[in-house]
Protein backbone atom coordinates (compact mmCIF):
# COMPACT_ATOMS: atom_id res chain seq x y z
CA UNK A 1 0.00 0.00 0.00
CA UNK A 2 1.38 3.67 -1.11
CA UNK A 3 2.49 5.64 2.06
CA UNK A 4 0.81 9.08 2.28
CA UNK A 5 3.58 11.54 3.84
CA UNK A 6 2.57 12.78 7.04
CA UNK A 7 3.03 16.56 5.77
CA UNK A 8 0.50 15.76 3.02
CA UNK A 9 -1.92 14.60 5.58
CA UNK A 10 -1.69 17.46 7.95
CA UNK A 11 -2.25 19.88 4.74
CA UNK A 12 -5.12 17.83 3.83
CA UNK A 13 -7.04 18.40 7.20
CA UNK A 14 -5.88 21.81 7.10
CA UNK A 15 -7.70 22.14 3.45
CA UNK A 16 -10.74 20.25 4.83
CA UNK A 17 -11.05 22.60 8.26
CA UNK A 18 -10.95 25.96 5.98
CA UNK A 19 -13.06 24.62 3.50
CA UNK A 20 -15.75 23.71 6.34
CA UNK A 21 -18.22 26.65 7.40
CA UNK A 22 -16.27 28.51 10.59
CA UNK A 23 -17.32 28.60 14.28
CA UNK A 24 -17.70 32.10 14.92
CA UNK A 25 -16.32 33.30 18.67
CA UNK A 26 -17.32 36.48 19.82
CA UNK A 27 -14.67 38.85 21.55
CA UNK A 28 -16.76 41.77 23.79
CA UNK A 29 -13.80 44.17 24.88
CA UNK A 30 -12.56 47.69 25.11
CA UNK A 31 -11.08 49.47 22.55
CA UNK A 32 -11.72 52.90 23.53
CA UNK A 33 -11.90 54.03 27.29
CA UNK A 34 -9.66 53.73 30.43
CA UNK A 35 -9.26 49.74 29.98
CA UNK A 36 -8.33 50.20 26.08
CA UNK A 37 -4.96 48.18 26.59
CA UNK A 38 -5.69 46.08 28.52
CA UNK A 39 -8.49 45.03 25.42
CA UNK A 40 -6.01 45.29 23.14
CA UNK A 41 -4.13 42.82 24.80
CA UNK A 42 -7.06 40.23 25.19
CA UNK A 43 -7.14 40.68 21.07
CA UNK A 44 -3.59 39.53 20.91
CA UNK A 45 -3.58 36.68 22.95
CA UNK A 46 -7.43 35.68 21.12
CA UNK A 47 -6.11 35.75 17.24
CA UNK A 48 -3.16 34.00 18.03
CA UNK A 49 -5.07 31.12 19.92
CA UNK A 50 -7.11 31.25 17.18
CA UNK A 51 -3.99 31.31 14.41
CA UNK A 52 -2.55 27.78 15.78
CA UNK A 53 -5.89 25.68 16.86
CA UNK A 54 -6.48 26.65 13.12
CA UNK A 55 -2.89 25.36 12.29
CA UNK A 56 -3.74 21.77 13.59
CA UNK A 57 -7.07 21.47 11.95
CA UNK A 58 -9.54 23.71 13.89
CA UNK A 59 -12.19 22.27 16.07
CA UNK A 60 -13.92 19.23 14.91
CA UNK A 61 -12.79 19.90 11.68
CA UNK A 62 -13.86 23.93 11.00
CA UNK A 63 -11.84 26.12 11.35
CA UNK A 64 -12.44 29.33 13.78
CA UNK A 65 -12.63 32.85 13.10
CA UNK A 66 -13.54 36.19 15.73
CA UNK A 67 -15.20 38.61 15.44
CA UNK A 68 -15.03 41.55 17.95
CA UNK A 69 -16.98 44.68 19.43
CA UNK A 70 -16.16 47.69 21.70
CA UNK A 71 -17.73 47.85 24.73
CA UNK A 72 -15.82 50.75 25.56
CA UNK A 73 -16.38 49.76 29.42
CA UNK A 74 -19.75 50.51 29.60
CA UNK A 75 -22.59 47.82 30.50
CA UNK A 76 -25.40 48.86 28.29
CA UNK A 77 -23.08 48.88 25.07
CA UNK A 78 -21.27 45.70 25.85
CA UNK A 79 -25.52 44.19 26.00
CA UNK A 80 -26.15 45.48 22.68
CA UNK A 81 -22.95 44.04 21.29
CA UNK A 82 -23.79 40.46 22.70
CA UNK A 83 -27.05 40.86 20.85
CA UNK A 84 -25.54 41.84 17.51
CA UNK A 85 -22.91 38.97 17.96
CA UNK A 86 -25.56 36.54 18.52
CA UNK A 87 -27.43 37.50 16.03
CA UNK A 88 -24.09 36.99 13.72
CA UNK A 89 -24.05 33.64 14.71
CA UNK A 90 -21.51 33.76 17.33
CA UNK A 91 -20.89 29.89 19.39
CA UNK A 92 -19.42 31.67 22.59
CA UNK A 93 -18.72 35.13 23.85
CA UNK A 94 -15.86 35.90 26.22
CA UNK A 95 -14.09 39.95 26.95
CA UNK A 96 -14.50 42.14 29.45
CA UNK A 97 -12.20 43.75 31.45
CA UNK A 98 -14.49 46.11 33.78
CA UNK A 99 -16.66 43.34 35.98
CA UNK A 100 -19.97 45.38 35.32
CA UNK A 101 -19.42 44.84 32.00
CA UNK A 102 -18.83 40.96 31.76
CA UNK A 103 -21.67 40.69 34.20
CA UNK A 104 -24.51 42.37 32.38
CA UNK A 105 -22.96 40.67 28.74
CA UNK A 106 -22.82 37.82 30.46
CA UNK A 107 -26.34 37.98 31.69
CA UNK A 108 -27.68 38.80 28.14
CA UNK A 109 -25.28 35.62 26.52
CA UNK A 110 -27.44 33.57 28.91
CA UNK A 111 -30.78 35.02 28.08
CA UNK A 112 -29.42 34.41 23.93
CA UNK A 113 -28.15 30.75 25.06
CA UNK A 114 -24.59 31.59 24.76
CA UNK A 115 -21.88 30.81 27.31
CA UNK A 116 -19.98 33.96 28.15
CA UNK A 117 -16.21 33.74 29.53
CA UNK A 118 -14.80 36.39 31.85
CA UNK A 119 -11.78 37.70 31.03
CA UNK A 120 -10.55 40.61 33.58
CA UNK A 121 -13.38 40.32 35.68
CA UNK A 122 -12.38 40.54 39.25
CA UNK A 123 -15.57 41.46 41.14
CA UNK A 124 -16.19 38.47 43.66
CA UNK A 125 -19.81 38.96 42.25
CA UNK A 126 -19.14 37.87 38.79
CA UNK A 127 -19.42 34.45 40.05
CA UNK A 128 -20.51 34.95 43.40
CA UNK A 129 -23.94 36.76 43.75
CA UNK A 130 -24.12 37.73 39.84
CA UNK A 131 -22.73 33.98 38.86
CA UNK A 132 -24.83 31.83 36.63
CA UNK A 133 -24.52 28.53 34.41
CA UNK A 134 -23.19 30.16 31.69
CA UNK A 135 -20.98 32.28 32.71
CA UNK A 136 -16.77 30.64 33.50
CA UNK A 137 -14.44 33.54 35.06
CA UNK A 138 -10.78 32.39 33.81
CA UNK A 139 -9.01 34.87 36.03
CA UNK A 140 -8.92 34.58 39.47
CA UNK A 141 -11.80 36.71 42.07
CA UNK A 142 -11.05 39.38 44.74
CA UNK A 143 -11.25 37.27 47.56
CA UNK A 144 -8.34 35.57 45.45
CA UNK A 145 -6.24 38.47 45.28
CA UNK A 146 -7.09 39.78 48.55
CA UNK A 147 -5.99 36.72 50.10
CA UNK A 148 -2.44 36.74 49.05
CA UNK A 149 -1.96 40.61 49.16
CA UNK A 150 -3.15 40.56 52.97
CA UNK A 151 -1.04 37.50 53.98
CA UNK A 152 1.90 39.61 52.54
CA UNK A 153 0.76 42.80 54.15
CA UNK A 154 0.25 41.56 57.69
CA UNK A 155 3.64 39.60 57.88
CA UNK A 156 5.83 42.77 56.19
CA UNK A 157 3.52 45.17 57.58
CA UNK A 158 1.29 44.16 60.51
CA UNK A 159 -0.59 46.63 62.51
CA UNK A 160 -0.50 49.41 60.21
CA UNK A 161 -2.69 52.21 59.41
CA UNK A 162 -4.17 52.12 55.72
CA UNK A 163 -6.59 54.68 53.68
CA UNK A 164 -8.54 53.28 50.48
CA UNK A 165 -9.63 55.14 47.08
CA UNK A 166 -11.83 52.69 45.26
CA UNK A 167 -13.17 53.07 41.88
CA UNK A 168 -17.22 53.08 42.83
CA UNK A 169 -18.16 50.05 40.92
CA UNK A 170 -18.63 46.15 41.53
CA UNK A 171 -15.33 45.27 41.23
CA UNK A 172 -13.97 48.20 43.21
CA UNK A 173 -16.63 47.64 46.10
CA UNK A 174 -15.54 43.75 46.39
CA UNK A 175 -12.16 44.31 45.83
CA UNK A 176 -11.74 46.81 49.07
CA UNK A 177 -13.97 44.58 51.05
CA UNK A 178 -12.09 41.54 50.79
CA UNK A 179 -8.66 43.50 51.28
CA UNK A 180 -10.03 45.04 54.52
CA UNK A 181 -10.98 41.56 55.79
CA UNK A 182 -8.20 40.27 54.41
CA UNK A 183 -5.90 42.63 56.43
CA UNK A 184 -8.20 43.49 59.22
CA UNK A 185 -8.92 47.40 58.32
CA UNK A 186 -12.74 47.07 58.42
CA UNK A 187 -12.86 50.14 60.53
CA UNK A 188 -13.37 53.00 58.54
CA UNK A 189 -12.82 55.08 61.47
CA UNK A 190 -8.95 54.09 61.47
CA UNK A 191 -8.66 52.96 58.53
CA UNK A 192 -10.76 55.66 55.89
CA UNK A 193 -11.01 55.52 52.38
CA UNK A 194 -12.84 57.47 49.34
CA UNK A 195 -14.46 56.35 46.41
CA UNK A 196 -13.97 57.68 42.63
CA UNK A 197 -16.59 57.85 40.00
CA UNK A 198 -16.63 55.13 37.08
CA UNK A 199 -16.12 55.38 34.26
CA UNK A 200 -15.20 59.30 34.00
CA UNK A 201 -13.78 60.53 37.60
CA UNK A 202 -11.57 63.76 36.67
CA UNK A 203 -8.32 64.65 37.38
CA UNK A 204 -9.33 66.91 40.16
CA UNK A 205 -11.12 64.21 41.94
CA UNK A 206 -8.40 61.84 42.12
CA UNK A 207 -6.33 64.56 43.11
CA UNK A 208 -8.59 65.58 46.01
CA UNK A 209 -8.80 62.13 47.06
CA UNK A 210 -4.80 61.72 47.09
CA UNK A 211 -4.63 64.53 49.22
CA UNK A 212 -6.96 63.49 51.98
CA UNK A 213 -4.43 60.15 51.83
CA UNK A 214 -1.81 62.29 52.13
CA UNK A 215 -3.13 64.14 55.22
CA UNK A 216 -4.39 60.59 56.91
CA UNK A 217 -1.66 60.01 58.49
CA UNK A 218 -1.96 56.52 56.92
CA UNK A 219 1.32 54.26 56.49
CA UNK A 220 -0.67 52.04 53.37
CA UNK A 221 -2.21 53.42 50.44
CA UNK A 222 -4.61 51.08 48.78
CA UNK A 223 -5.48 52.23 45.28
CA UNK A 224 -8.47 50.57 44.34
CA UNK A 225 -8.13 51.68 40.76
CA UNK A 226 -7.47 50.11 37.17
CA UNK A 227 -6.03 50.57 33.59
CA UNK A 228 -5.66 53.96 33.22
CA UNK A 229 -7.76 55.22 36.12
CA UNK A 230 -4.66 53.85 38.19
CA UNK A 231 -1.98 55.12 35.78
CA UNK A 232 -3.35 58.71 36.84
CA UNK A 233 -4.24 58.59 40.34
CA UNK A 234 -0.25 57.16 40.54
CA UNK A 235 1.33 60.64 38.73
CA UNK A 236 -0.45 62.63 41.22
CA UNK A 237 0.85 60.42 43.93
CA UNK A 238 4.13 60.83 42.76
CA UNK A 239 3.60 64.58 42.53
CA UNK A 240 2.58 64.63 45.99
CA UNK A 241 5.31 62.52 47.26
CA UNK A 242 2.85 59.61 48.07
CA UNK A 243 5.20 57.17 46.44
CA UNK A 244 8.01 57.80 49.05
CA UNK A 245 5.40 58.72 52.12
CA UNK A 246 3.43 55.34 52.03
CA UNK A 247 3.37 51.78 50.56
CA UNK A 248 1.03 51.89 47.78
CA UNK A 249 -0.53 49.02 47.05
CA UNK A 250 -3.09 47.61 44.14
CA UNK A 251 -4.85 44.78 43.99
CA UNK A 252 -5.25 44.09 40.74
CA UNK A 253 -1.58 45.19 38.99
CA UNK A 254 -1.30 44.48 35.06
CA UNK A 255 1.99 44.81 32.88
CA UNK A 256 0.31 47.55 30.92
CA UNK A 257 -0.91 49.64 33.61
CA UNK A 258 3.05 49.61 34.97
CA UNK A 259 3.93 50.46 31.23
CA UNK A 260 1.69 53.49 30.70
CA UNK A 261 2.63 54.74 35.00
CA UNK A 262 6.44 53.81 34.25
CA UNK A 263 8.59 52.07 36.29
CA UNK A 264 10.20 55.39 38.06
CA UNK A 265 6.74 55.90 39.38
CA UNK A 266 5.42 52.60 40.37
CA UNK A 267 8.85 51.06 41.70
CA UNK A 268 7.49 48.96 44.94
CA UNK A 269 4.04 49.09 44.51
CA UNK A 270 2.63 46.00 45.58
CA UNK A 271 -0.23 44.23 43.58
CA UNK A 272 -1.53 40.72 42.24
CA UNK A 273 -1.48 38.79 39.07
CA UNK A 274 -3.01 35.73 38.23
CA UNK A 275 0.04 35.35 35.45
CA UNK A 276 3.15 36.98 34.45
CA UNK A 277 5.31 36.21 31.14
CA UNK A 278 8.11 34.53 34.08
CA UNK A 279 5.26 32.75 35.96
CA UNK A 280 5.99 29.22 33.12
CA UNK A 281 9.38 29.06 34.17
CA UNK A 282 8.80 29.46 37.30
CA UNK A 283 6.19 26.65 37.16
CA UNK A 284 7.96 24.42 34.50
CA UNK A 285 5.07 25.02 32.29
CA UNK A 286 6.63 23.77 28.66
CA UNK A 287 3.34 25.25 26.90
CA UNK A 288 3.56 28.60 28.79
CA UNK A 289 7.22 29.03 27.59
CA UNK A 290 6.44 28.14 23.77
CA UNK A 291 3.39 30.77 24.63
CA UNK A 292 5.71 33.34 25.47
CA UNK A 293 8.07 33.02 22.81
CA UNK A 294 5.76 32.67 20.09
CA UNK A 295 3.76 35.98 21.70
CA UNK A 296 7.10 37.86 21.55
CA UNK A 297 8.20 36.82 17.89
CA UNK A 298 4.69 37.57 16.45
CA UNK A 299 3.98 41.27 18.80
CA UNK A 300 7.23 42.27 19.94
CA UNK A 301 6.16 42.47 23.07
CA UNK A 302 5.40 40.14 26.23
CA UNK A 303 2.46 38.69 27.05
CA UNK A 304 0.21 40.20 30.09
CA UNK A 305 -1.82 38.12 31.81
CA UNK A 306 -4.76 39.79 29.83
CA UNK A 307 -3.57 38.52 27.13
CA UNK A 308 -2.63 35.28 28.67
CA UNK A 309 -6.32 35.15 29.96
CA UNK A 310 -7.98 35.43 26.44
CA UNK A 311 -5.27 32.71 24.88
CA UNK A 312 -6.45 30.18 27.43
CA UNK A 313 -10.31 30.76 26.70
CA UNK A 314 -10.47 30.08 23.39
CA UNK A 315 -8.32 26.86 23.49
CA UNK A 316 -10.34 25.66 27.47
CA UNK A 317 -13.90 26.03 25.15
CA UNK A 318 -12.00 24.30 21.85
CA UNK A 319 -10.87 21.45 24.20
CA UNK A 320 -14.42 21.41 25.99
CA UNK A 321 -15.96 21.38 22.06
CA UNK A 322 -13.69 18.72 21.04
CA UNK A 323 -14.48 16.73 24.18
CA UNK A 324 -18.13 17.15 24.22
CA UNK A 325 -18.50 16.69 20.05
CA UNK A 326 -20.45 19.52 19.88
CA UNK A 327 -20.19 23.47 20.15
CA UNK A 328 -23.51 23.30 21.97
CA UNK A 329 -23.51 25.21 25.02
CA UNK A 330 -25.11 22.81 27.54
CA UNK A 331 -22.34 20.13 26.19
CA UNK A 332 -19.84 22.31 26.51
CA UNK A 333 -20.46 23.42 29.83
CA UNK A 334 -20.88 19.38 31.15
CA UNK A 335 -17.56 19.26 29.50
CA UNK A 336 -15.90 22.25 31.45
CA UNK A 337 -17.38 21.46 35.23
CA UNK A 338 -15.04 20.24 36.95
CA UNK A 339 -12.21 20.18 34.44
CA UNK A 340 -8.53 20.45 35.17
CA UNK A 341 -5.94 21.19 33.29
CA UNK A 342 -2.50 22.71 32.60
CA UNK A 343 -1.52 24.87 30.08
CA UNK A 344 0.51 28.23 30.70
CA UNK A 345 1.26 27.52 34.14
CA UNK A 346 0.78 24.83 36.85
CA UNK A 347 -2.86 22.82 37.20
CA UNK A 348 -6.08 24.82 37.01
CA UNK A 349 -9.75 23.69 37.73
CA UNK A 350 -13.32 25.25 36.57
CA UNK A 351 -15.27 24.61 39.93
CA UNK A 352 -17.97 23.22 38.96
CA UNK A 353 -20.37 24.75 42.12
CA UNK A 354 -19.64 28.25 40.95
CA UNK A 355 -17.63 28.17 37.46
CA UNK A 356 -14.40 30.12 38.92
CA UNK A 357 -11.38 29.21 37.48
CA UNK A 358 -9.28 27.64 40.67
CA UNK A 359 -5.52 28.56 40.40
CA UNK A 360 -2.59 29.87 41.84
CA UNK A 361 -2.37 33.32 42.60
CA UNK A 362 1.09 36.04 43.04
CA UNK A 363 1.49 38.63 45.22
CA UNK A 364 3.75 40.61 42.66
CA UNK A 365 6.51 44.19 43.64
CA UNK A 366 7.32 46.15 40.80
CA UNK A 367 11.01 46.28 40.01
CA UNK A 368 13.45 49.20 40.36
CA UNK A 369 13.90 50.78 37.06
CA UNK A 370 17.52 49.30 36.51
CA UNK A 371 16.11 46.06 37.03
CA UNK A 372 13.34 46.30 34.11
CA UNK A 373 15.82 47.99 31.39
CA UNK A 374 17.62 44.68 32.02
CA UNK A 375 15.15 42.75 29.79
CA UNK A 376 15.30 42.80 25.56
CA UNK A 377 11.77 44.67 25.62
CA UNK A 378 12.66 46.46 29.07
CA UNK A 379 9.40 44.62 30.55
CA UNK A 380 10.68 42.95 33.53
CA UNK A 381 8.32 44.22 35.72
CA UNK A 382 7.38 42.11 38.43
CA UNK A 383 9.22 40.46 41.40
CA UNK A 384 6.86 37.53 42.90
CA UNK A 385 7.23 38.40 46.78
CA UNK A 386 4.48 35.60 47.42
CA UNK A 387 2.12 32.76 45.76
CA UNK A 388 -1.05 30.86 47.19
CA UNK A 389 -2.44 27.84 45.27
CA UNK A 390 -5.66 27.90 44.13
CA UNK A 391 -7.62 25.78 46.89
CA UNK A 392 -5.70 28.01 49.72
CA UNK A 393 -7.24 30.79 47.59
CA UNK A 394 -10.64 30.44 46.47
CA UNK A 395 -13.51 30.64 48.71
CA UNK A 396 -15.43 27.32 50.04
CA UNK A 397 -18.37 26.11 48.80
CA UNK A 398 -19.49 27.08 52.50
CA UNK A 399 -18.57 30.95 51.69
CA UNK A 400 -19.86 31.08 48.39
CA UNK A 401 -23.52 29.55 49.46
CA UNK A 402 -23.32 32.00 52.33
CA UNK A 403 -22.90 35.22 49.74
CA UNK A 404 -25.46 33.43 47.32
CA UNK A 405 -27.51 33.94 50.02
CA UNK A 406 -26.94 37.41 51.10
CA UNK A 407 -27.67 38.17 47.34
CA UNK A 408 -31.00 36.35 47.42
CA UNK A 409 -29.79 34.17 45.11
CA UNK A 410 -30.31 30.43 44.63
CA UNK A 411 -27.30 28.07 46.21
CA UNK A 412 -26.90 26.55 42.79
CA UNK A 413 -26.28 27.68 39.34
CA UNK A 414 -28.89 28.85 37.61
Known sequence: MKRIPLLALALGFCVAAQAADPITLGLNYPRTGSYKEEGLAQMRGALMAIDEINARGGVLGRPLQLVSRNTASRPAKAVANVDKMADDGVAMLFGGVSSAVAIAASKRAKERGLLYFGTLTYSNDTTGKDGHRYMFRECNNAWMSARVLGQYLNEHLPGKRYFYITSDYTWGHTSESSLRQATGTQDPTKHPGVRTPFPGARLSQYRAALEQARDSGADVLALVLFGEDMVRAMRIANDLGLTKQMQIAVPNLTQSMVELAGPDI?????????????????????????????????????????????????????????????????????????????????????????????????????????????????????????????????????????????????????
Not at 281 to 295: D, L, R, T, W, Y
Not at 400 to 409: F, I, K, M, P, Y
Open 266 to 414: MRGVLGTEPWTWRVPEIEGSAAGQAFVKNFDERYQTHPSSSAASAYSIVYQWADAATRAKSIASEQVIAALEGHRYSLLKDEQQWRAFDHQNVQTVYAVRVKPREEVLKDRFKQDYFEIVHRLSGEQAAPTLAEWQDERRAGNQPLKLQ
